[in-house]
């Protein structure tokens, strides 16, 4: 036996998808939420939710066209954080992290270089000591694009398929791909269903996202905004675009050159640019969301409304009471409403979901990374 350090790798578990899938259905006696589930109703959110109800209400408003404060479905533009607001972040740092560790670190198909070995080191101790390097999110994004330069795009999806199917470091009965909030994607499905249409404006790889939200959520690929790299042709041995010729011989793969990292004030930029449109509804988690909320809630053609989910549930999910704080006193004074995770939602990852220390999670040796 030994401790979970971050270096599972493709711990690929035969049945254990249908064996959460299995539990959580007999113990909640309702179906995980999947794209294939579209509800008209909210699910899995408490019955005395507060952020609930303004949701509810806020939807039934907007689509009475006898209500003043009608919105025509072209307009009903809703954006989401992915990150710590549609899926966990915490098992134990972000889906993009974990994978980035693993493929510099642990994927024996792939051999880093030197410095980019040195970074995923570092930012493999920090995700559980909580002491990441100085400035990890710009070397992430510098070393992520390295990581994966040279796939083509499905190649890149389905290296981030294999990963979803890993062990969630921290819980128990869940993968890194069942690892989404069950109230926040019934919500997505809900606003569908009353004809909003639903982007994702993550700071995480955009086509990573893009196979992470396929299955459960259903949201299609022109729909998912998120950091992006320069992707060239194969045959383009470094010729400018503006010269070379795509052919019939030609694949497009990750060119690996850092775009645009879509946080902060970079998130409204490519929401201007990508969609064109002020949207009436934003959901987020943290300040790299503040101002894709603030945008939000500037739209003066429309009533709109910013939520932002607080990380304040210690029970079911490894909460953190400060940071918690610090978004209720952000609500409070930018004029979000909050969503605690604590009070509003029934369940989190469904009842057969459990936390457990990431220093006391143990697994068996035998347990190889898949080929």
């Not at 990292?261 to 490519?270: C, P, R």
Request: with cysteine; charged share 25%.
């Amino acid at each position: 036996m030994r401790k979970i350090r971050g270096i599972i790798g493709f711990v690929l578990i035969a049945g254990l998808l249908s064996g959460i899938t299995g539990c959580v259905s007999v113990n909640m006696q309702v179906k995980a939420p999947g794209a294939e589930t579209a509800a008209a109703e909210l699910e899995y959110w408490s019955e005395d939710s507060v952020a609930a109800a303004s949701i509810r209400d806020y939807v039934a408003r907007v689509t009475d066209e006898k209500s003043g404060a009608y919105i025509p479905v072209e307009d009903r533009i809703a954006v989401f954080d992915l990150d710590g607001t549609l899926m966990g972040e915490l098992y134990p740092s972000y889906f993009e992290y974990m994978m980035f560790i693993h493929r510099a670190l642990h994927d024996d198909t792939y051999e880093a270089p030197a410095d980019m070995r040195e970074f995923a080191e570092a930012l493999e101790a920090g995700v559980y000591d909580g002491n990441k390097p100085e400035n990890h999110e710009r070397l992430h994004a510098k070393y992520a694009g390295q990581a994966y330069a040279g796939m083509t795009p499905d190649e890149l999806k389905e290296y981030t398929h294999r990963y979803m199917q890993s062990a969630a470091d921290g819980f128990t009965n869940l993968t890194r791909g069942d690892a989404f909030y069950w109230p926040m994607a019934s919500l997505v499905h809900y606003l569908e269903a009353n004809d909003f249409t639903v982007y994702i404006v993550s700071g995480s790889d955009r086509t990573v996202v893009r196979e992470l939200v396929k299955e459960k959520l259903g949201i299609p690929e022109n729909r998912v905004i998120g950091m992006s790299y320069t992707m060239v042709s194969d045959n383009q041995d470094g010729t400018d675009g503006l010269e070379y010729i795509y052919t019939k011989d030609d694949d497009v793969i990750l060119g690996g050159d850092l775009i645009i990292k879509t946080i902060k004030m970079n998130k409204v930029s490519a929401i201007a640019e990508e969609i064109g449109k002020v949207p009436v509804l934003s959901f987020g988690n943290t300040s790299g969301d503040q101002s894709m909320a603030q945008y939000t809630v500037n739209n003066t053609q429309y009533e709109t409304k910013a939520y932002m989910l607080m990380c304040d549930d210690l029970v079911r999910e490894h909460g953190n009471m400060k940071k918690a704080d610090e978004m209720k006193q952000m609500c409070d004074e930018c004029g979000f409403e909050p969503i605690s995770m604590r009070d509003d939602f029934a369940t989190i990852y469904g009842d057969d979901v459990e936390i457990v220390d990431y220093e006391e999670l143990e697994v068996e040796d035998a347990l190889e990374p898949a080929a």
